[in-house]
């Protein structure tokens, strides 16, 4: 089943804007996950939190995590036309080996 | 380094046909090894995962299975496909919780089924 909801489905921004995208999900988390997917193409892990944290950075990525509301947001600051992607969240909520949980996404468009 | 291969990369099939995807993982030893389906529009789905040679856990009843022959080769399989079949399948592996203390995945390039 479906544990992270990524909000918006799409977002379409200019060249050098901003770009955030929530994340809820609805069970207790060891960690939360994003990864960005090119089209037609596999995931690339970004940026990891964990359930202790309540943000991270890596480079032009911000990631906030708030588990009494159960919602992360992932943050690209002064977006670039190769940041066009798709962008999920994934759950980690066993601590075992038995995989993550992702959303549906988010679509990201940057008009250059 | 460590790099996943995935093939084949597209995969074009008549319903009641067999289906074999398969992918290996070089350069790490035990991976947990992972199939998603993602169909179109979609978030992942995990259909299996596995921990070790032989060990197979289902996370959906469906129409597919998989095997793990070796330590880092992983291959997903139908003997009738459906249409429902369709979609992009995803092989990803990690280094497991011990090691990093966090499973995060690595994934291949995916193959593109589509089933008519």
């Known amino acids: 089943s479906q544990q992270g909801e990524e909000d918006p489905q799409a977002l379409s921004i200019q060249e050098g804007e901003n770009a955030t995208m929530n994340c809820s999900y609805k069970?207790?988390?060891?960690?939360l996950q994003w990864y960005r997917q090119n089209s037609g193409r596999g995931l690339v892990h970004l940026i990891l939190?964990?359930?202790?944290?309540r943000e991270k950075h890596s480079g032009r990525l911000r990631v906030t995590l708030d588990t009494s509301k159960k919602s992360s947001s992932l943050l690209i600051t002064a977006s670039r036309a190769a940041d066009t992607a798709s962008y999920f969240c994934a759950t980690d909520s066993g601590g075992g080996a038995d995989g993550l949980t992702f959303g549906k996404g988010t679509h990201l468009i940057i008009q250059p | 380094s460590q790099t996943i291969h995935q093939w084949p990369a597209t995969l074009v099939q008549p319903v009641g046909s067999p289906l074999s995807l398969e992918c290996t993982v070089e350069g790490t030893s035990n991976p947990n090894l992972y199939w998603y389906r993602q169909a179109a529009g979609r978030g992942l789905q995990l259909l299996f995962y596995?921990?070790?040679?032989?060990?197979i856990s289902s996370e959906v009843p469906q129409n597919l299975s998989a095997s793990r022959p070796q330590d880092r080769q992983f291959i997903l399989s139908s003997k009738k496909l459906l249409l429902s079949d369709s979609g992009f399948y995803l092989c990803?592996?990690?280094?497991?919780?011990?090691?990093?203390?966090?499973?995060?995945?690595?994934f291949g390039a995916g193959s593109r089924l589509t089933v008519l």
């Open positions: 596995s921990v070790g040679i032989g060990q």
């Open positions: 939190i964990r359930s202790n944290e």
């Open positions: 990803a592996w990690s280094i497991g919780l011990l090691t990093s203390g966090a499973n995060v995945l690595t």
């Open positions: 069970t207790s988390i060891n960690n």
